[in-house]
């Protein structure tokens, strides 16, 4: 059963880089899938960050794009995310979760869902 | 950026009703939409993807449609586990986006 795990500093001052890293057990990173970061701030709805896949594209929030990076690592078998300049308004529970594909002339393409998410981590941005 | 509404935000229903959560989207998305199910302090649930296909695991009693840009889920009859929000999420040239979520309570 696929697993994800998020992990990464609570609490992160206002102007720094907020950094994540979700490890993926019991499924290879490269084996055709794309992988995600969603977050929610308290009492919110969902947000969508970005999504990468393991060749090293990524497609990111058109709102975020200027401070976002998501990469990977798959010798480690996980991927990370980087925020840059964050603000209170990036306090969030932030998850990431693998995303559906399909195949079509020899390439994989991301679908429309989410399928496997980790248990989320909180993050506070806070002086 | 393509949006989606989803309506009502709050619904309330009793146990064993029939309820409707509509998503609709600001442009045309194909079926490219899905719809999850999030409880308190838990991740979001798959629950249907390609706008009407259920999810393995997921009870029957769950059901999506889709008529040109509006997309519905419909549960037949709810049962106590169901009361959550529920959230509506498209994908189009790679880009996601959620709709504003329903929150479903016991009447």
């Known amino acids: 059963q696929v697993q994800l795990q998020e992990s990464g500093p609570g609490l992160v001052k206002p102007s720094e880089t907020l950094s994540l890293t979700c490890a993926v057990s019991?499924?290879?990173?490269?084996?055709?899938?794309?992988w995600g970061w969603i977050r929610q701030s308290p009492g919110k709805g969902l947000e969508w960050i970005g999504s990468?896949?393991?060749?090293?594209?990524?497609y990111y929030n058109l709102s975020l794009k200027s401070r976002v990076t998501i990469s990977v690592d798959t010798s480690k078998k996980q991927f990370s995310l980087n925020l840059s300049s964050v603000t209170a308004a990036d306090t969030a529970v932030y998850y990431c979760a693998r995303q559906m594909n399909y195949y079509d002339s020899g390439s994989y393409y991301p679908r429309d869902a989410f399928d496997i998410w980790g248990q989320g981590t909180m993050v506070t941005v806070s002086s | 950026d393509i949006q989606l509404t989803q309506s009502p935000s709050f619904l309330s229903a009793s146990v064993g009703d029939r309820v409707t959560i509509t998503c609709r989207a600001s442009?045309?998305?194909?079926?490219?939409l899905a719809w999850y199910q999030q409880k308190p302090g838990k991740a979001p649930k798959l629950l249907i993807y390609a706008a009407s296909t259920l999810q393995s695991g997921v009870p029957s009693r769950f059901s999506g449609s889709r008529s040109g840009t509006e997309f519905t889920l419909t549960i037949s009859s709810l049962q106590p586990e169901d009361f959550a929000t529920y959230y509506c999420?498209?994908?189009?040239?790679?880009?996601?986006?959620f709709g504003q979520g329903t929150r479903l309570e016991i009447k």
């Open positions: 999420q498209q994908l189009n040239s790679y880009l996601v986006t």
């Open positions: 442009q045309g998305i194909s079926s490219y």
């Open positions: 990468m896949y393991h060749s090293g594209s990524t």
């Open positions: 019991y499924y290879s990173i490269s084996n055709g899938y794309y």
